[in-house]
Structures are given as structure tokens and as C-alpha cells.
């Protein structure tokens, strides 16, 4: 079951079929633990809209915080350190793939986040930037997973190759992450054969194209949660990006005006304009 924030209200689609909840709060009307047997009820009792068409679709937050974990892939690793190996900054990523502490950041306040065909930024001070694809998780105040989007961790590599103190300046600044389009809502884990898909376009032509299934992740969404709620409360609940295993080869940076396509299986695809 797939549910959309919208202009006109909160969109559960199912079957084909959709269903319109207006005067509803996203915020608590998402923070339930018992999200998915709430949408079963409604579409029980209540008629399908006619037409959505012109709801206008929006990012699936509203006062949750973004957060993000890194290095989760191998190819993340191999990445990270690439770009900081003149910096000496390359042992920091071997050691947090291999320590039981994972990495994990806070990413962003909801109004530095686009939705679907938003546009998302790069930083003006940066020389190498990326979009990170990235399963992400949408969890209750409580800490139960109870559904899934599609995440762009935008980040800037030039920055963080610099130095690794230099984080929350790569990843953290206007439109820095995109996410949607719909929330996946399910009361059982993907499988692990789910992947997410990258495709960056420009002028109307491909420039680069990746693909990886969630099995290559090396933590369990439930370990990432578990370390993001560690000593910190989340009254409305929060999103978290589980980390890319998705990295261009250095030699590609985004430029102004590039399409970023990304897909996850069973949810959708986000895509969105580089400003």
C-alpha cells in the first residue's frame, strides 16, 4: 500500500485504486505503529476518489527530521576513501565499515528538503558533487519501521575529501536531499533481491546509469534505527537514509540543470532537477 502527501490531503493508494483523507494531520496521522492496519480500514469504509490527478504531490515529511547513515555499502567505503586519500582521511571509512558504532548524521530540517520533481542544489563552494540514492526508512516516535521512500542524500565529495570534520558542510545546506514520491507501506521487510536503481541525465542524454540490491547493505535497517534513537527522542518520528552503494566514478561531478532518476522496487521513482 502506497500512501502520498498532497496538496489536497493524504492520498492512500491500493489496488489501483485511491483513496483521498482530508482534514487529517500528517504528522500524527503517520506516527502510528499501527500505520498500515489504519490505511486497511479506511480503504474498507470508504469510497475511492474519482480523480487525483491535480492533487499535486509532496515530499512525505512534514515535521520529521531527515537523518542519514554512511558507509553502509562497500562501494561507499571504497568511495569515501578514494576522495579523501590526499587528506590521510581514508582510514576514518575502512574503520566505521568494520566497527559495530555505524555511522550516523543529522541531515536536514524538512524545509531544506524537495519532493518529487523539486529541485534539488549544489553547493556553489563545491567542485564535486553527487546524488546518493538511498532506501530510506520511515520510522514512528516509538522506533517501529513502518514504512519505506526513496531518498537523495545530495552531497558534495570535493568538500568531505577535504576532511571528514567537513560532513555537516557537504551534506547539510538548502534543497540538500530530495525524498519521495509515496511512502511504501508494509508490515514486512523488503526483500533483500529489492534494488535501487540511479540514472543521471543531461541535455537529454545519459551520463551515468547503477543499479545494487539492499542485500549488499552491510547493517540491518533495524541496527541503523536503533543507533539513530540512542539518547535522542523523535516526537512526530523520522526518516533515515540507509546509506548508497551507488558512487559515480570520480571522474563525474552534477551540473546545474541535470535530471536525477531514482527508482526502488515496489515503491517508485523520485526524480529531480538539479537547480
Known sequence: MKLYRTKAGILIEQDDKSYLVQNEDWDSFINDDNLLQKLHQITATQSPAADTSANGVLAPLQSQELWACGVTYLRSKVGRQEESKDAGGGDFYARVY???????????TP????????????????????????????????????????????????????????????????????????????DAPLEKTTQIHLEINRGGQQQFKGSIEISQMKRTPEELVSFVFREASFPHGCLIMTGTGIVPENDFTLKSGDEIKISIDGIGTLVNEVM
Open 98 to 108: 568494520e566497527a559495530e558504532r555505524p555511522e550516523v548524521f543529522f541531515k536536514s
Open 111 to 186: 524545509h531544506r528538503v524537495v519532493g518529487p520533481h523539486g529541485k534539488v542544489r549544489i553547493r556553489k563552494d563545491s567542485t564535486w558533487d553527487v546524488p546518493e540514492p538511498e532506501l530510506t526508512l520511515v520510522v514512528t516516535s516509538s522506533g517501529k519501521i513502518v514504512g519505506y521512500t526513496i531518498g537523495n542524500d545530495m552531497s558534495s565529495r570535493s568538500i568531505e575529501g577535504e576532511n571528514p570534520l567537513y560532513l555537516p558542510q557537504a551534506k547539510t545546506y538548502d534543497a540538500c536531499a530530495a525524498v519521495g514520491p509515496c511512502i511504501y507501506v508494509t
